[in-house]
């Protein structure tokens, strides 16, 4: 059974912080790409960051990049989301996923099939 669990969310002012966690089990972190994505209150669910399996490559999308960092805990089996310079933008539930490929895939949300349940990330003042 593949499990994903996020952690991590809450309020923040602009220009705040956050680290996200996606705790993982029923596969190592070796094994399978991992996707964050977020979905914005009446938007639809989009892709922010991927790492591959062995942690070689990483993908941001443009508006994240420079601000955000996704990164692996081994130890932990679980893959992390460094959130800087937030912006009121950012402001979504953020999820985890995997497709089951070994790499990233770019694939569109709906070809996912493993979700964690997310964590609401709020920047506000």
């Known amino acids: 059974q593949l499990h994903l669990v996020e952690s991590g969310g809450g309020l923040v002012q602009p220009g705040g912080s956050l680290r996200l966690s996606c705790a993982i089990s029923?596969?190592?972190?070796?094994?399978?790409?991992i996707t964050w994505f977020r979905q914005a209150p009446g938007k639809e669910r989009e892709g922010v960051a991927c790492i591959s399996p062995h942690g070689e490559s990483t993908i941001h999308i443009d508006s994240v990049k420079g601000r955000f960092t996704v990164s692996r805990d081994l130890l932990g089996n679980t893959v992390l989301l460094f959130m800087n310079s937030l912006k009121p933008e950012d402001t979504a539930v953020y999820y985890c996923?995997?497709?089951?490929?070994?790499?990233?895939?770019?694939?569109?949300?709906?070809?996912?099939?493993?979700w964690g349940q997310g964590t609401q990330v709020t920047v506000s003042s």
């Open positions: 996923a995997t497709d089951r490929e070994q790499f990233c895939s770019g694939a569109r949300w709906s070809e996912f099939d493993r």
């Open positions: 029923g596969f190592t972190l070796d094994y399978y790409a």
